[in-house]
């Protein structure tokens, strides 16, 4: 596990994150540049060397909690460093979010971000609305929906 100096040592390689420390000793890493309104990209790094990444729209498998934060209190360096780029690249995408979602049946659904809120559609006609991705995702799952991946769309 790396120690919180190395983490505050690579977090800080990122010029384009701004350090606020908090209490505790725990140090936060804005996005002020985020087209979002969501900011924080590094979250309550902690001299214990725990802490969180916001992953919610990154296109991996992270586990997430429901503020959309991975921890990243084992991650090894190339780990920490591949989702701290992934969280930055996410919050400035200027693009609408979308991904696509394929069941058993090869039945398609398309999840969309829009206006702070996650929608799901089939064809034109809206499926559900969701408050958060998770949300989202969680109702995906249930219904046995899958996201396609770029390899997926190259078969």
Same mark, same amino acid.
């Given at each position: 596990?790396?120690?919180? @100096?190395? +983490? %505050? #040592? ?16 725990? &140090? ?6 985020? $087209?979002?309104? =969501? ?5 309550? %790094? ?6 969180? $990444?916001?992953?919610? /729209? ?5 586990? $997430?909690?429901? +503020?959309?934060?991975?921890? !990243? ?8 460093? +591949? &989702? !701290?780029?992934?969280? !930055? ?20 659904? /398309? /999840?969309?971000? @829009? ?6 559609? #089939? ?7 969701? #408050? ?22 190259? =078969?």
């Amino acid at each position: 596990m790396l120690t919180f @100096e190395e +983490k %505050l #040592a690579i977090i800080e390689s990122f010029p384009e994150l701004q350090r606020n420390d908090v209490s505790l000793g725990r &140090v936060n890493f804005h996005f002020e540049e985020s $087209v979002l309104d =969501k900011k924080i990209v590094v979250y309550r %790094l902690h001299p214990n060397g725990n802490g969180f $990444v916001y992953a919610e /729209l990154i296109n991996d498998d992270y586990s $997430v909690d429901s +503020k959309g934060m991975v921890n !990243i209190r084992d991650f090894s360096e190339m780990e920490l460093l +591949k &989702v !701290i780029k992934q969280s !930055i690249e996410s919050l400035s995408e200027s693009e609408p979010f979308e991904e696509s979602w394929v069941n058993a049946d090869s039945q398609n659904l /398309l /999840l969309v971000e @829009e206006y702070g809120t996650w929608n799901i559609y #089939a064809g034109e006609m809206l499926d559900g609305s969701y #408050a958060t991705y998770n949300g989202a995702v969680d109702y995906l799952h249930q219904e046995g929906f899958r996201r396609l991946q770029d390899e997926d769309l190259k =078969k």
